[in-house]
């Protein structure tokens, strides 16, 4: 949902999402995530210059890409003028949560890991709970000015962001592809059986 309303959301659901996003398996169980909340509209807008920025290069992909698999041209034209209404309106989200990472001064892959599925929990719980909410780590493209926006040290980066509120209009369908294009079986490209 990138389309967000700016009227607040209270603090009892913004702790809901991040009681489901410390409840996500973590490797080695070294739950190295650490969530920051953000409200300040002088944080958001200094982050949000840079996703802006950043959407300067995104944006000429999105003008060359075909539409992803499920959907058809026009729905495509939709997603890319929320895209970039998310872009233009990213610092008026009532909150953000930015999922980081500690680590012992680069992030890697493998450091980075842990802090997906917990995102993935805040996204999941905020759908429950009516929020409408989105993924994104655009930002990474200026990671040293971002995390610096966010006062962060330097053995921790904000690896994604989640901005949320409550949704305007309602929740659509999600339109991906037939498993059979992605999933193979052993090897790549060996497809799977179909069902009995």
Known sequence: MRRLKPDPVPMELVRRLLEAAVTAPSGGNQQNWRFLVVLDPSVKKDV????????????????TSPPPPGMSDA????????????????????????????????????????????????LLAARALGLGATFTCRHLMYRAEVDEAF??????????????????????????????????????????????
């Open 48 to 63: 949000q210059h840079y996703y802006a920025k950043a959407f300067e290069t995104v944006s000429k992909h999105y003008a």
């Open 151 to 196: 006062g962060l040290p330097a053995n921790a980066s904000a690896m994604a962001i989640i901005p949320i509120g409550y949704p305007e209009g309602s929740f659509g369908p999600v339109r991906r592809g037939p498993i059979d294009d992605v999933v193979y079986l052993d090897r790549w490209g060996q497809p799977l059986p179909p069902l009995p």
């Open 75 to 122: 729905q495509y034209k939709r997603q890319i003028a929320n895209v970039t209404h998310l872009t233009e309106h990213f610092h008026e989200a009532p909150v953000w949560i930015v999922g980081c990472i500690e680590h012992g001064g680069q992030p890697t892959v493998m450091s980075a890991a842990s802090i997906y599925p917990a995102m993935q929990n805040v």
